[in-house]
């Protein structure tokens, strides 16, 4: 029962941000559409951040388990590192275009991407860890530092969330595939070890 609760309070607090925006929406708000009382709410969440960091939460474990599938496939590392940039960029787009409003919110706030990123940020940096450690020891990724490269390659990628999203590189003849298969090339590039 607690679960529900708290998982209804969040379902409802992400169809009204994302149709409201997160300014727009009151604690009141989420309490009243989900047929709680108001103290109820403040059981489970402090504060609108703290509701709205559980919405961010909510909808990026679905892109931590599409990463995760990837981690665990029996191909070759450099595949599934081709196969998480394309996935993490895809499956980012999806998440910020189905929240509408939110959306807008999240483009216009420096600060709330920041803290959204945070939250995921730390278990995206540890999947790609684990497939640039697969790779150097079978051989085919040099890589001296790997929580260092994956730290890096995730920050890189997502620097280009928004253009993706956007789709904002199509003026300068990027498109979004071009895009994924640019920063593959330019991740295994320097990673890959030639022989």
Same mark, same amino acid.
């Given at each position: 029962? &607690?679960?529900?609760?708290?998982?209804?309070? +969040?379902?409802?607090?992400? @169809?009204?941000?994302?149709? #409201?925006?997160?300014?727009?929406?009151?604690?009141?708000?989420?309490?009243?559409?989900?047929?709680?009382?108001?103290?109820?709410?403040?059981?489970?969440?402090?504060?609108?951040?703290? +509701?709205?960091n559980a919405v961010i939460?909510?909808?990026?474990? @679905? !892109?931590?388990?599409?990463?995760?599938?990837?981690?665990?496939?029996?191909?070759?590392?450099?595949? #599934?590192?081709?196969?998480?940039?394309?996935?993490?960029?895809?499956? $980012?787009?999806? /998440?910020?275009?189905?929240?509408?409003?939110?959306?807008?919110?999240?483009?216009?706030? &420096?600060? #709330?991407?920041?803290?959204?990123?945070?939250?995921?940020?730390?278990?995206?940096?540890? !999947?790609?860890?684990? /497939? !640039?450690?697969?790779? &150097?020891? @079978?051989?085919?990724?040099?890589?001296?530092?790997?929580?260092?490269?994956?730290?890096?390659?995730?920050?890189? /990628?997502?620097?280009?969330?928004?253009?993706? +999203?956007?789709?904002?590189?199509?003026?300068?003849? /990027?498109?979004?595939?071009? !895009? #994924?298969?640019? $920063?593959?090339?330019?991740?295994?590039?320097?990673?890959?070890?030639?022989?």
């Amino acid at each position: 029962m &607690v679960l529900k609760t708290r998982d209804k309070f +969040i379902e409802v607090a992400r @169809q009204l941000f994302a149709r #409201k925006g997160v300014e727009n929406t009151t604690m009141n708000d989420i309490a009243s559409a989900s047929e709680k009382g108001r103290r109820t709410i403040y059981t489970y969440f402090k504060s609108k951040r703290d +509701i709205f960091n559980a919405v961010i939460e909510r909808e990026t474990d @679905q !892109l931590l388990a599409r990463l995760r599938i990837i981690v665990a496939k029996p191909i070759s590392p450099e595949e #599934k590192l081709r196969e998480y940039v394309d996935c993490r960029f895809e499956t $980012m787009r999806e /998440i910020v275009s189905r929240n509408g409003s939110l959306r807008a919110g999240f483009f216009r706030d &420096v600060r #709330k991407v920041d803290r959204a990123r945070k939250i995921i940020s730390k278990r995206e940096i540890a !999947l790609l860890e684990e /497939i !640039l450690r697969e790779g &150097v020891e @079978q051989g085919c990724f040099r890589i001296e530092h790997c929580n260092h490269m994956a730290i890096m390659i995730t920050h890189a /990628i997502n620097g280009l969330d928004v253009p993706y +999203i956007r789709d904002n590189l199509t003026e300068e003849g /990027i498109d979004k595939e071009r !895009l #994924k298969i640019y $920063m593959s090339h330019l991740i295994l590039n320097g990673i890959i070890r030639h022989r």
